[in-house]
């Protein structure tokens, strides 16, 4: 506690100094353009990796990154997406993954869950990444098994917010993106998932797609 509390005094002292100007506009409001969704882990953050201000990103965090399904539970998730996206209107989603994710290597080795019982539970949230998994990937081992089923969690967890209602329709209106990255901590380097060759790529090579509103069938006769 001591660190924390040393570390308050010093943001008082210095960053906030620099940033009242800002405190002082975000007292009125905030209005972030990005909803990020990713880890717990405490080695992954958001606004460092990102160099973001405060009100630049509004920030989702569990274990896993996982999206349940709309429906499947009633809880933070569901209240922070739609507020994100209904009520702030935010204009991009990303679910960021990260490398070495505790909770998707529970996901694979139930076993390894035995003694927490609520973090069994809850990946269970991810069920289809581990049929994924297992039955495409039945080739890996190790650590490169864990590396490809942290990426198709995101990517599952990416479908499975199509499903909340308001994420639907900001997309039908073309108003809002989704992004799937995975942060590799040890290395500093994201990697985005590009649909058209359908792989993950440097963020530097990957150009995300403009947003294109869906036609309703009137509209294409």
Not at 30 to 54: A, G, M, V, Y
Not at 164 to 185: M, Q, T
Request: proline share 7%.
């Amino acid at each position: 506690m001591q660190k924390l509390i040393s570390g308050l005094h010093k943001f008082r002292k210095t960053q906030f100094r620099d940033l009242q100007g800002l405190f002082a506009q975000l007292a009125h409001g905030q209005k972030p353009e990005t909803l990020f969704i990713t880890c717990s882990d405490s080695r992954i953050d958001p606004n460092l990796l990102t160099q973001s201000q405060p009100g630049d990103l509004f920030i989702l965090r569990n274990a896993g990154n996982i999206v349940p399904p709309f429906g499947a539970i009633r809880g933070g998730e569901e209240a922070t997406i739609e507020f994100a996206v209904a009520g702030l209107g935010v204009k991009d989603v990303i679910v960021c993954g990260h490398s070495h994710c505790g909770a998707v290597n529970g996901l694979l080795h139930p076993e390894y869950l035995k003694k927490l019982p609520c973090v069994a539970e809850w990946v269970k949230h991810a069920e289809a990444t581990r049929r994924i998994v297992s039955e495409s990937y039945d080739h890996l081992k190790g650590t490169e098994l864990l590396d490809a089923a942290i990426e198709e969690n995101v990517l599952v967890q990416l479908e499975n917010l199509r499903t909340h209602p308001s994420v639907a329709a900001a997309i039908r209106r073309g108003k809002l993106k989704l992004h799937a990255w995975v942060y590799e901590f040890e290395t500093g380097e994201v990697f985005a998932y590009d649909p058209g060759p359908g792989q993950f790529a440097p963020l530097a090579a990957y150009k995300p797609p403009a947003p294109r509103p869906m036609r309703l069938p009137s509209e294409n006769i």
